[in-house]
């Protein structure tokens, strides 16, 4: 099953001062650590508060992107190994159990939280403080006989204890058995994969399908060179929106007669944001025909083109909702949680087709398809008998629109 997890992680003091190298990581976490508390100084006066959140997320998800890939990380079991580990320059890891999230976000909904509950870090000299506050909203909320949090409460003494700090990160993406015991560290998570090469295919004769069909080499590679380190791929201006669909379709789906799993491809955006991973092998071919169906023309935003409007049935996104304020990864969450439930209810009519004309916009592009992708494989797994296909429709100029591959 697919689950999402928090991990906690402590750093010895010196990681928290000394240059990357020494640790085995990329960047000083000084600078970052530094910058992101200067962004909380500065949201707490609401001093361009828009502007300081992205930055804040940026610095955040470096924090957590470095300490997650790093080869130092170690699972211990008792309080004696986790020194042990500090000892000898590694870095202790521990899951919390999916129910912390829980508990997250019922103290976002009351509002009732110490300093800093659910921040990515926690440096050495601010620890104990945290441990305190974090112990005593913990009693006021009745909630020490919660085994998430009497095993975060212990993991933050034990990192105190041996003089370190915490980083803690959520997997938004984390493939498991239904009964397994010990979780793997998150960098298993996104470790190096391998990807089968694309199927051969003959350059086009007509020059602007040579020069898609060349972008849609160069993502590839990209992927490529991506999942092998394990590093995220940015969207929104290296490829245009028709090619990231055409190669996400090739990927998504699990190639014949292999034997892969499901990987997390990671998705990074313009501004440094990054989104849940797009799940790529993780759908089965289906061999048969697209039915006869009455297709719901769909454009996926409104006002993006305003030729659209007589061709198509409904806006499956307005725009005025898409463009708010927030990250490009935020946004492409609203999308594929509005993808996910106008998909569900629009199933429980019957079978469905959609006919959906592209506007761009990658976060919008890649969380409708993430979404599909979600609803398809759940339907799969259930083996429920409704079939929903979605066929891409790009626009090619004076040419009006062309046909993409159906996604079913």
């Not at 992205?54 to 957590?64: A, F, G, M, S």
């Not at 509950?117 to 006989?145: K, T």
């Not at 990231?244 to 313009?270: A, F, K, N, W």
């Not at 501004?271 to 039915?291: C, N, Q, V, W, Y």
Request: net charge positive; glycine share 4%; aromatic share 8%.
């Amino acid at each position: 099953m697919t689950t999402s997890k928090l991990y906690l992680c402590a750093l010895p003091r010196a990681v928290w001062l000394a240059p990357a190298a020494r640790h085995g990581l990329q960047i000083d976490l000084v600078d970052l650590v530094s910058e992101a508390l200067a962004c909380e100084r500065r949201m707490g006066k609401a001093i361009n508060l828009r502007e300081e959140q992205r930055r804040y997320t940026r610095c955040c998800q470096r924090i957590e992107q470095q300490v997650a890939a790093s080869p130092r990380l170690a699972l211990f079991k008792s309080g004696e190994e986790f020194a042990n580990l500090v000892r000898n320059g590694r870095f202790p890891l521990f899951a919390l159990h999916p129910s912390y999230l829980d508990v997250l976000a019922q103290a976002a909904q009351r509002g009732v939280a110490p300093e800093r509950l659910g921040a990515s870090f926690f440096p050495p000299p601010s620890l104990a403080a945290h441990c305190e506050a974090f112990a005593h909203w913990a009693s006021q909320q009745r909630l020490e006989q919660v085994a998430a949090i009497q095993h975060r409460s212990a993991f933050l003494r034990l990192a105190e204890a041996n003089h370190c700090g915490v980083v803690e990160w959520q997997s938004p993406f984390h493939t498991s058995a239904p009964n397994e015991a010990t979780p793997a560290p998150v960098r298993r998570v996104f470790a190096a994969a391998t990807l089968p090469p694309p199927a051969p295919e003959a350059p086009p004769a007509d020059s602007a399908a040579r020069f898609r069909h060349k972008l849609k080499a160069t993502l590839h590679q990209h992927i490529h060179n991506a999942l092998a380190i394990g590093e995220p791929v940015a969207f929104g201006s290296a490829a245009p929106h028709d090619v990231v669909t055409e190669v996400l379709h090739e990927l998504v789906y699990i190639p014949g007669g292999s034997d892969l799993q499901p990987l997390p491809l990671r998705v990074v955006y313009s501004d440094g944001s990054e989104a849940t991973p797009f799940p790529i092998f993780m759908l089965p071919r289906d061999p048969r025909p697209i039915p006869e169906l009455p297709p719901l023309r769909v454009a996926l935003m409104s006002m993006r083109h305003s030729e659209l409007d007589p061709m198509v049935d409904v806006c499956w996104l307005r725009n005025r909702d898409v463009s708010r304020a927030r990250t490009l990864a935020e946004t492409d969450h609203f999308c594929y949680t509005a993808t996910i439930n106008q998909l569900r209810e629009s199933l429980s009519e019957g079978d469905l087709l959609i006919h959906l004309y592209h506007t761009g916009f990658a976060p919008a592009v890649i969380g409708f398809y993430r979404g599909f992708a979600q609803i398809l494989r759940g339907l799969r797994t259930r083996r429920v008998m409704r079939r929903l296909i979605v066929v891409p429709f790009y626009y090619r100029g004076e040419a009006g629109y062309a046909t993409g591959t159906p996604w079913q």
